[in-house]
């Protein structure tokens, strides 16, 4: 099971910015670094760290941080 922070962390690398920068906040559209490899990229680190498979419609539906966070830990407040 992931938690929150991992999935911080591992968005981090990604997005190829320093480990702890993500706080969950951060809306999407003003990551300029959030475009479509980097989509690609998430979905398939989720996939291998956690063997699901997103919702295409639900990452599309994505406006923050949080949002892909909470596609990979419904309950982040149980998991930290």
Known sequence: MITRQEVLYELDKVLEKPEGTLTGSERLDDLPEWDSLAILAYI???????????????????????????LVVPDPAARE
């Open 44 to 70: 398939a680190l989720v996939e291998k760290k956690t063997s699901v498979v997103l919702d295409s419609l639900l990452l599309a539906r994505a406006r923050t941080v949080n949002d892909l966070v909470l």
